[in-house]
């Protein structure tokens, strides 16, 4: 599919660092949320140890802003509301590194790459959203997940990754996402007024689980 022409600002990989908050705090959060045993800790450590150098240089996200006027997927921006696309990713040497768990057998250390990359990717999450409305001037009011909405059918899902200027994110013919940690959709914002007291912010948090149609998700804050 033939890539969109954008500004070179929008065509650029913005990095993340969620992997800068694999602590030792992470860890027992993780360890605590997710069931695991005491003596689990250690190899936890162990595999976030692994995953963050994995992700060194790897993580991050593509924007894309439609043109003033322009019909994007459907929706159209109007004054005080514009819409956005993200593709965003953990990188793929996650992906192999949670494989390379598998080939060996050892199913607990790919099931920890598995909870820690979810973790990783509500980080990711955060500081997308962050940076939008640093260089928007707009803050998130809904997320837009492809596959959830009549008009986001999830074969329309490759339209989006051919904005991209470099292929990191690709889709097969069943549209799964390779690395598999990545996440791709639309995001409606709205103009933050400057004026303290003029706008109520949401946490991302809960956005994130508004526009989500996984109603008994563990991590729903709504």
């Not at 694999?22 to 860890?27: A, Q, R, S």
């Not at 199913?107 to 999450?125: D, F, N, Q």
Request: charged residues 30%.
């Amino acid at each position: 599919m033939e890539r969109k022409n954008r500004t070179d600002e929008e065509n650029l990989f913005v990095k993340t660092t969620a992997g800068e908050s694999l602590t030792d705090i992470f860890v027992r959060a993780a360890a605590h949320r997710y069931h695991f045993e005491w003596k689990d800790q250690k190899k936890l450590r162990h595999v976030a140890a692994e995953v963050r150098a994995a992700l060194e240089g790897r993580e991050g996200f593509f924007y894309i802003l439609p043109k003033s006027g322009e019909n994007f997927f459907g929706y159209k921006s109007e004054e005080g509301t514009l819409y956005a696309g993200v593709i965003l990713t953990l990188g793929a040497e996650l992906d192999r590194l949670q494989n390379g768990y598998s080939d060996r057998g050892d199913l607990e250390g790919a099931y920890m790459v598995e909870v820690i990359s979810c973790e990783l990717l509500r980080s990711a999450y955060l500081q997308c959203s962050e940076y939008l409305g640093k260089h928007t001037c707009y803050v998130p009011e809904e997320f837009m997940f492809f596959g959830e909405r009549e008009e986001l059918p999830i074969e329309k899902m490759p339209e989006l990754l051919a904005y991209q200027k470099e292929q990191r994110v690709t889709c097969n013919e069943a549209c799964c996402l390779e690395p598999k940690k990545s996440v791709v959709f639309l995001v409606k914002l709205k103009r933050s007024e400057k004026k303290e007291g003029t706008f109520e912010k949401k946490s991302i948090s809960a956005i994130m689980c508004e526009s989500c149609s996984k109603k008994e998700c563990m991590y729903r804050k709504s």
